[in-house]
């Protein structure tokens, strides 16, 4: 990936939400991976997270309505809520899963991920407010909301989800096994952060950019798509230290990644990517290359076998 140029960098970083509506999601996925093999410390990421924290509230979904109702096709809309609905229910997921994570590691990763924990609320009240104000999804509550979006969710979030459910309850009978925290970090922050949400960012996003849809999800999904350089960085940071720490734990991001391109695709009903504007062949080149620019990034080299099952991984998303 060529050099990110310093006038780019300084966009994405310092944008407000008013003006984040100017920035191209190409440029906001780039800065994602900008730091990628240097790595940021913990604290530095957290004064980043001081820079750069916005008010879900003062995003204004007026013309979002319109577009919605007049605008979208019944098709168009159809997948927007299939793609974006894993999303919902995932930021609700970690925001009271993360916690338990947070329990192992340095001090100072403790202090990063109170940031991100606290970044999940709010994009979880991000597609509370999407789905209550623009799709009109009945709901008093969040939980309400929540439950009337998850008819619309892919089988797929069952699959990392689960499995990301599963490591948590593992985690919450000892913190701090190592083994235990590379298993949860290589489902949650390398595959369902790196790779499925950084996916559904650049379908939705690409799609209200080019038809000049929807500034209001553009703008607050583009703020926790920056977000997400964060937690991302965070994440590879973790796994090469616990690699650097202990050679042995590169085998638990090899078997977690077994499982979970074991599972992938395990679908029976296929979310419409074309209405969108994409190709199945297209958001499966997509998937590959957010995982394995990751991995080439933060050094963590693969087997043959995994290769091999990467080569087919499935474009069925889900996101968190």
Known sequence: MPEMSEEKVAAVEGSSLAQINDIDIDDVIDYVHKDLKRLPGYLDLYRRYLRQRWDVFDIDFTRDV???SESMTQEERDAFVAISSGFHHGERQVEVELPV?????SEESRIYMSSQIEDEARHTVFFDRFYREVVGLPGDSVQEVLDASFEHVSETFVGP?????????E?????????????????YFLWIEGVLAL?????TLSYCRNRG???????????????EARHV?????FLREAVQQDPRMLQEIHETLRT??????ATSRRVMLEALGWSQEEVRRLMIRQLTMKLTDVGIGLPPDLERMISGIQPELAGG
């Open 66 to 68: 319109r577009d919605w």
């Open 101 to 105: 994570f947070m329990l192992g590691g």
């Open 161 to 169: 989800f689960g499995l990301l459910a599963y490591q948590a309850d």
């Open 171 to 187: 985690l919450r009978a000892d913190p701090d096994d190592l083994a235990a925290r590379v298993r949860y970090g290589t489902t």
């Open 199 to 203: 996916s559904v960012m650049k379908i």
């Open 213 to 227: 849809f929807l500034p209001g999800y553009y703008a607050g999904f583009t703020a926790t798509c920056r977000d």
């Open 233 to 237: 960085q965070f994440g590879m940071r």
């Open 260 to 265: 979970i391109l074991m599972i992938n695709g």
